[in-house]
């Protein structure tokens, strides 16, 4: 029945109907090995128990009211994301492009209340920020701006990684409000910056009075090992947007911030329908809290580091593995060569990876994914990667 449906992806021939911690079941009941979560979504993996008992109870009580009233459990929500972050204020939405498009808004208006009349951004070369006007207009990838120019104005780019472009901006652009970057790129391939990168921005937003904006929709919540991304490289940003792994799969975004930018949005300058309604935010609860009862930080940064070491061993000396690299369960796996059809292969062989780039095989597993569930992704993904290279 795929007619009725717009023809916006290339979808793999297969359909779940169930699924169980990492495993998910097809119409045939065949099971397959996940290491993709949804893109990043289900950190719990599937059908969690807990959260699954939370949002039926949630369900019977109340989903929606709107924001035209106070929601307590969207209020708690904030409170927490605040306390882990070290961030102040949150806004909440239903995606990860929604929650850019908020920290887009704070940055312009920041621009406006301070005279600035043009404010610009300072975006990445192959970055990812969603497909929204605005966000693909930020994004670094042609392939998701060609036909739909005019592109929203206002953003300069520079190469990702490269701190010392952002500040040669300084002199010469005036109208520069914010940067805003993805900790590690995701879309872009799993690129891993230099370690002092983002304490390299922090300062030059500092000397400038830019606002440093991290988009953590894809890092955030756990993936990497700790909470947020930032927490890897001590510096705290003035925005941070979260989606993906947040709700475990209920649609929810957050773009949270402190000092001014917590500040720049007053009554009538941003809202959202859905944004931060009941059931969402039980989700999000439940996530967080399921994730520090479970120790899932360290157990991802655990789980993570061994899948970089076993796949390095397993595919030591093998000509066209150019280079394997992450952070907790955030991996890429780069090849010479483009290597799509490499996630046909494996779900032949009952195994979910993802490709990016072209050349990147990217993997982003549930973090409750356990070392002998690894040890099996490892092993199968090593015998088609050597497979395709022969
Ligand atoms: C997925 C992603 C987005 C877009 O999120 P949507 O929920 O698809 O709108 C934005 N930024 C990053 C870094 C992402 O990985």
């Known amino acids: 029945m795929s007619e009725y449906l717009m023809q916006t992806y290339g979808r793999q021939p297969v359909a779940f109907v169930r699924g169980e911690g990492v495993w998910l079941y097809d119409e045939q009941g065949e099971r397959y090995l996940d290491a993709v979560a949804g893109v990043a979504?289900?950190?719990l993996g599937h059908a969690h128990p807990v959260l699954a008992q939370a949002l039926c109870a949630q369900a019977g009580k109340l989903i929606h009211t709107s924001n035209l009233y106070h929601i307590p459990l969207q209020e708690a929500l904030a409170q927490r994301l605040c306390q882990l972050s070290g961030l102040e204020r949150a806004f909440f939405c239903n995606s990860g492009a929604e929650a850019n498009e908020a920290a887009i808004k704070i940055a312009r208006l920041y621009g406006h209340n301070r005279g600035v009349d043009s404010p610009a951004i300072v975006v990445m070369e192959r970055s990812f920020h969603g497909r929204t006007m605005a966000t693909l207009s930020a994004t670094g990838?042609?392939?998701?701006?060609?036909?739909?120019?005019?592109?929203?104005?206002?953003?300069?780019r520079v190469p990702f990684g490269d701190a010392e472009a952002v500040a040669a901006l300084a002199g010469h652009h005036r109208n520069i409000v914010a940067v805003l970057v993805e900790p590690y790129q995701g879309e872009g391939g799993v690129q891993i910056p230099q370690a002092d990168y983002l304490a390299a921005l922090r300062r030059i937003c500092d000397d400038n009075a830019w606002l440093l904006m991290l988009d953590e929709v894809q890092t955030g919540v756990g993936r990497t090992g700790t909470w947020f991304a930032f927490q890897h490289a001590d510096v705290l940003p003035d925005v941070m947007t979260l989606a993906k792994g947040l709700g475990s799969g209920v649609p929810v975004g957050a773009c949270l911030a402190r000092g001014v930018a917590a500040q720049t949005f007053v009554p009538g300058k941003h809202g959202s329908t859905f944004g931060g309604n009941p059931l969402a935010c039980v989700a999000a609860l439940t996530t967080l809290q399921v994730m520090e009862q479970e120790g899932l930080l360290e157990h991802a940064a655990q789980i993570g580091a061994f899948i970089r070491a076993d796949l390095a061993h397993r595919l030591a000396g093998v000509a066209g593995v150019r280079e394997i690299r992450g952070q907790g369960l955030m991996i890429g796996i780069e090849l010479d060569r483009p290597c799509a059809e490499l996630v046909a292969r494996a779900l032949a062989a009952r195994l979910l990876i993802n490709v990016t780039q072209d050349t990147v095989v990217r993997l982003l597993p549930p973090l409750i994914m356990q070392r002998a569930e690894a040890g099996q992704l490892t092993e199968t993904l090593a015998c088609l990667i050597r497979e395709f290279l022969e």
Do not use: D
Not at 144 to 153: H, N, R, Y
């Open 141 to 156: 990838n042609r392939k998701v701006q060609a036909g739909f120019e005019p592109l929203v104005s206002g953003f300069v």
């Open 41 to 43: 979504v289900n950190g």
